[in-house]
């Protein structure tokens, strides 16, 4: 059975601390990238880059996932100055990146380096602050879009 643990936030009330965190709760909820409710109110990144087509900019960006061209270039656009010279390190060097994919996407797009984040943590604020967030069931699915995750919930 759950304890209830009271309180005393001023002299004459009590916070009821189950209410607090069922409150809590029900805000991640809220921001929850599944709830309906966020994916309208989310402002779109770029005319052409939102929620709906962000997959498919990723895919049309990348190629396949099997040349290794490709993934030298991902490397590259973020930042990544060593030459590397199989998939395997191409991986492996990306593991150390946080960097947004919308940002990423518009960044090549005007031929810039996309703004790269000291750590996990740092992205995840960002990320959640801007509502520029990869589609949960698509980043499952795996390919070269893993390589650049971050647990943002």
């Excluded at 109110?41 to 770029?46: D, G, R, S, Y």
């Excluded at 061209?69 to 100055?81: A, F, M, P, T, Y």
Aim: glycine share 4%; net charge positive.
């Amino acid at each position: 059975m759950p304890h209830k643990i009271k309180t005393q936030a001023h002299p004459n009330s009590q916070t009821d601390f189950d209410g607090r965190a069922k409150h809590l709760v029900e805000q991640m909820l809220d921001m929850s990238i599944e709830n309906k409710q966020m994916s309208a109110l989310a402002k779109p990144v770029h005319p052409k880059l939102n929620r709906d087509n962000i997959v498919g900019e990723f895919a049309r960006y990348f190629g396949s996932e099997s040349k290794l061209e490709n993934w030298q270039r991902l490397c590259s656009d973020v930042g990544i100055k060593d030459i590397l010279t199989s998939i395997k390190q191409c991986k492996l060097a990306l593991r150390r990146v946080w960097v947004n994919i919308y940002d990423l996407i518009a960044a090549v797009r005007q031929s810039k380096v996309p703004r790269c984040f000291r750590n996990e943590f740092d992205l995840r604020t960002y990320t959640i602050n801007s509502r520029k967030i990869f589609p949960k069931k698509k980043a499952k699915e795996g390919g070269p879009v893993r390589a650049l995750l971050a647990h943002i919930f």
